[in-house]
Structures are given as C-alpha cells and as structure tokens.
C-alpha cells in the first residue's frame, strides 16, 4: 500500500500547481472545533503540495466527525487517500511519505484505535531523528478524537495522552477551543518531527469561534491563561478547560475566589514557565484531567511543582480526574468525567486547607 500512495503522491506534484485562492483577503469565521480543523487542513493543502491526507472513510465521507469533509472533491484522490482499516499501517506509510520529502497527516479514528499503530509510532516516529543523528526527521500529524462524553462505546472514549506524554521525539497537543485548534495544527504540520494531534470530541461543537480564514500559527509547547486570579491555579487541558473554568466562575461568585485558570495546549513539551509563575503567585493548585488517575500527566505536572515550588504551596495539590476504571457506558458517563462541581470542591478544599 505504501509504495501506491507514494507513486500516486509523486504524480501529482508533477502534474498539480498549488491552489491560488490561499491569496484570498483575511477575513474571520464563525467556526466550530472541527470546522477549525477542517480549515487548518484545507489551508496547507492549499499552500503545500506535499500534504497528504491518510485515514480510514476520510475521503467521500468526510471521515467519522466530518473533519476531512468536502477536502477530497477540492485535492482528489491523490491527496485525500482513503486507506483500510489498519491503524499500523496507516501510520508506517505516513512515516514512509514523511521520509521521502512529504507531510502526511493521519487520522485515526478515535485515539482508542490507535494501539496497533502504538509500534510504529514509539520505536519508529519518535526515534528516526536520535537513530541517524539528526540526517532524517519524520515531519508527520496524527490527528485522533479523544475522550468521553458523546455517549460512546468504552474503547471510543479512552483518554491515554499519557501513553505518549513519555515518549522523547513525540509532541503531544491538545487544543480546547476552534481558534487554538486551526493555529496549533497548523503549527504541527510546519513542524520537522512528529506530533500527536489530539481533538476533544465532546468539543468539537460545542462552541463557536470567530477564527481567522488566513493561514496563522499558535506556538506549539506554549500555555495560555484563560483567566486571571490570584487565589489558586487551575491546570486543565482539551475538554477539560469548559468545566475548569465553569467552576472557577462558580467559585468567583459564591466566595470570590478568583482562579488563574491555565490551558496547557501542549501537554509534550509542557510550558513548565507558565505554570511555575502561577503557582508562585497562588500557592494553591487544582489539576484537571479526564484520564485515569493513577500514572497520569497531572501526577507529573505535581512532581514538577514539587522540584521547582514546593515551598510556595500554602496547601497540598488537589487532583481531580477520571477515575482508574475503563470509561463506563452511557448511563454512568457523566459520572465518570470531571464536573464543575467536583472542580468546585476542590477549589474549596485548597483555598481553606
């Protein structure tokens, strides 16, 4: 399969021009997470005939959440490539293509899918570059839905960022909201070494965002403070930072807490500056993650906390996580994930330790 999608990707850099609508005045968007996605792709298509599109049903429909919609009659065939159902291979002809001068992107159908992929993407993806020192990178996105909350089967829920937040030579991010989605993908398809791109699915309309139709970039491994307090910092990410800063509010209403809400953006490599100035100023920290508890990235951003503010904590650091069980089905789902009032308590629990 490999070498077929990589005759017909040579063809059409011979016999294709890049489009030259791209040169179309700024103009801004109403856009939801996925519409973002959708144009971050359709942007660098247009820009850069080396992108390439790789996944199952991503070409006549669109792919499962309608990401790749509509990008198959404006690319063809060549550039929008519907593969079999097969996560490891869909990976290692990306790699292959990443190889020989071009910037797939893959995408995997939800992140739980992508275990027969995990080979490739751990002892190939993330280690070309260390292996030839530094002659070859693998400029490849893999772009996976994530997480709970659509009333999905266990197996199409699964948050396991953690898997991959260990690998050297892998980024791992994570946006939350349409403007960040469009520029951090972006970002990760101009980047020479692969990235995990991570979509919150329960995000993906649940807002709307004015986002920019010219092609921009968000800084990958940069965090972004969404709200400013001084009483406690509250780390989210992904579909998190919607019930982190639902509960910070909460909290600024009922007692005038004021939170300083941080979404991380980019889990690897973690912006350790935001976070060290935030807790220096608060002493009080709540993480937020909808993974499972135990070996989670929240117990590495703690030891972090520990090695370079521990003196600044006026109270221990609070957790509040999916729990250590497979993500249950429908009816006790909401159970499951973080809910502003869980959030809520702790913030409580914190601030009056």
Same mark, same amino acid.
């Given at each position: 399969?490999?070498?077929?999608?990589?005759?017909q990707?040579?063809?059409f850099?011979?016999k294709?021009?890049?489009s030259?609508?791209?040169?179309?005045?700024?103009?801004?968007?109403s856009?939801t997470?996925?519409?973002?996605?959708?144009?971050g792709?359709?942007?660098m298509?247009?820009?850069?005939?080396?992108?390439?599109?790789?996944?199952?049903?991503?070409?006549?429909?669109?792919?499962v959440f309608?990401?790749?919609?509509?990008?198959?009659?404006?690319?063809?065939?060549?550039?929008?490539?519907?593969?079999?159902?097969?996560?490891?291979?869909?990976i290692?002809?990306?790699i292959?293509?990443?190889?020989?001068?071009?910037?797939?992107v893959?995408?995997?159908?939800?992140?739980?899918?992508?275990?027969?992929?995990?080979?490739?993407?751990?002892?190939h993806?993330?280690?070309?570059?260390?292996?030839t020192?530094?002659?070859y990178?693998?400029?490849l996105?893999?772009?996976?839905?994530?997480?709970?909350g659509?009333?999905?089967?266990e197996?199409?829920?699964?948050?396991?960022?953690?898997?991959?937040?260990?690998?050297p030579?892998?980024?791992?991010?994570?946006?939350?909201?349409?403007?960040?989605?469009?520029?951090?993908?972006?970002?990760?398809?101009?980047?020479?070494?692969p990235?995990?791109?991570?979509?919150?699915?329960?995000?993906?309309?649940a807002? +709307?965002?004015?986002?920019?139709?010219?092609?921009?970039?968000?800084?990958?491994?940069?965090?972004?403070?969404?709200?400013?307090?001084?009483?406690v910092?509250?780390?989210?990410?992904?579909?998190?930072?919607?019930?982190?800063?639902?509960?910070a509010e909460?909290?600024a209403?009922?007692?005038?807490y004021?939170?300083?809400?941080i979404?991380?953006?980019?889990?690897?490599?973690?912006?350790?500056d935001?976070?060290?100035?935030?807790?220096?100023k608060?002493?009080?920290?709540?993480?937020?993650h909808?993974?499972h +508890?135990?070996?989670?990235?929240?117990?590495?951003?703690i030891?972090?906390?520990?090695?370079?503010a521990?003196?600044?904590l006026?109270?221990?650091i609070?957790?509040?996580?999916?729990?250590d069980?497979?993500?249950?089905?429908?009816?006790?789902?909401?159970?499951?994930?973080p809910?502003?009032?869980r959030?809520?308590?702790?913030?409580?629990?914190?601030?009056?330790?």
């Open positions: 399969m490999g070498m077929n999608v990589l005759e990707a040579k063809r850099r011979v294709n021009q890049p030259q609508s791209f040169q179309q005045a700024s103009v801004s968007r856009l997470l996925v519409q973002a996605v959708t144009d792709l359709r942007t298509m247009r820009e850069d005939e080396t992108v390439l599109l790789l996944g199952e049903d991503i070409g006549r429909n669109g792919g309608r990401a790749t919609d509509g990008l198959i009659e404006e690319f063809g065939e060549e550039r929008v490539i519907d593969t079999p159902l097969a996560e490891s291979g869909i290692g002809t990306s292959g293509l990443a190889l020989n001068g071009y910037k797939p893959a995408e995997i159908q939800f992140l739980g899918f992508i275990y027969p992929g995990f080979e490739q993407i751990v002892s993806a993330a280690r070309i570059r260390m292996r020192c530094g002659r990178s693998v400029p996105v893999i772009r996976a839905p994530y997480g709970a659509i009333r999905a089967p197996l199409h829920s699964d948050s396991t960022e953690s898997f991959f937040f260990h690998v030579g892998l980024k791992v991010v994570v946006p939350s909201n349409p403007y960040d989605a469009k520029g951090l993908l972006i970002a990760s398809i101009e980047d020479p070494d990235v995990l791109f991570l979509e919150p699915m329960k995000s993906y309309r807002q +709307r965002q004015d986002v920019p139709a010219d092609k921009y970039t968000v800084e990958l491994g940069k965090a972004k403070r969404v709200r400013e307090g001084d009483d910092t509250v780390i989210a990410w992904g579909n998190m930072v919607r019930p982190a800063m639902e509960a909460q909290a209403r009922e007692k005038d004021q939170a300083d809400v979404d991380l953006r980019t889990l690897y490599p973690l912006d350790y935001t976070i060290i100035r935030s807790v220096k608060t002493g009080r920290v709540v993480i937020v909808e993974a +508890r135990s070996g989670g990235v929240g117990a590495e951003i030891a972090l906390i520990n090695d370079k521990l003196l600044y006026r109270s221990p609070e957790r509040v996580t999916g729990f069980v497979h993500v249950p089905l429908f009816t006790l789902e909401d159970d499951y994930l809910s502003p009032a959030i809520r308590d702790a913030i409580e629990r914190v601030i009056t330790f």
